[in-house]
């Protein structure tokens, strides 16, 4: 089953931005905007924090953004923060038989 | 208050069956479609299958394509997951999901599954 290839890890220090990147195809990220990002602390359930490429749900913080380049989404977080600390999913629709594809999953580790 | 409660999961034999029940409240649940997603221990996540509001639509990853089936019932706000010829592979957490946008929004808590002789 095809997966979306993010970073196995990714760091940074209390309020500075990292960047998690998502690689996929025309078939996925290429070709929709339907890209969506999740986060996961350990033993937990996935919260969403990104639809539509860039899109936020309400609630959720604006140091969270989104974006989508050629077959490549992004998930950006600003002003980094202790309890950022987790595991970050990408995910997007695909057109293959698939249907619907997860990234590798980032661990982000605040320094 | 917008929920989702999974059950059904437990110990399994490989080639046996189990069927997953995840009921829904807080939201009028026929105009969503409805997801299953899984989680191997210490993996990733892991879609397994999607079900349009109307049961219109139905989709399932290949790796459960032929032994899973979908279905929901919109008068009992439920979705099911019927999984036959369970192999040690199905062994996860796995999770109901609220597909909204394209997205996953509201996740239930999950329920376990192990597949072990």
């Known amino acids: 089953q095809s997966v979306l290839t993010q970073p196995a890890s990714v760091s940074g220090s209390p309020g500075q931005s990292i960047t998690i990147s998502c690689a996929g195809t025309?078939?996925?990220?290429?070709?929709?905007?339907?890209v969506s990002w999740y986060q996961q602390y350990p033993g937990k359930v996935p919260k969403l924090l990104v639809y539509?490429?860039?899109d936020r749900p309400s609630g959720v913080s604006n140091r969270f953004s989104g974006s989508k380049s050629g077959n490549t989404a992004s998930l950006t977080i600003s002003g980094l923060q202790a309890e950022d600390e987790a595991e970050y999913y990408c995910?997007?629709?695909?057109?293959?038989?698939?249907?619907?594809?997860f990234g590798t999953g980032t661990k982000v580790t605040v320094l | 208050e917008v929920h989702l409660v999974e059950s059904g999961g437990g110990l399994v034999k490989p080639g046996g069956s189990l069927r997953l029940s995840c009921a829904a409240s807080g939201f009028t649940f026929k105009y969503f479609s409805m997801n299953w997603v899984r989680q191997a221990p210490g993996r990733g996540l892991d879609w397994v299958s999607s079900?349009?509001?109307?049961?219109?639509?139905?989709y399932y990853a290949d790796s459960v394509k032929g032994r899973f089936t979908i279905s929901r019932d919109n008068a009992k706000n439920s979705v099911y997951l019927q999984m036959d010829s369970l192999r040690v592979d199905d062994t996860a957490i796995y999770y109901c999901?609220?597909?909204?946008?394209?997205?996953?929004?509201?996740w239930g808590q999950g329920t376990t599954v192990t597949v072990s002789s």
């Open positions: 995910a997007s629709y695909s057109s293959t038989t698939t249907f619907y594809v």
């Open positions: 079900i349009r509001g109307d049961s219109s639509y139905i």
């Open positions: 999901a609220r597909g909204r946008q394209n997205a996953f929004d509201i």
């Open positions: 025309s078939a996925d990220i290429g070709g929709y905007k339907y």
């Open positions: 539509n490429a860039s």
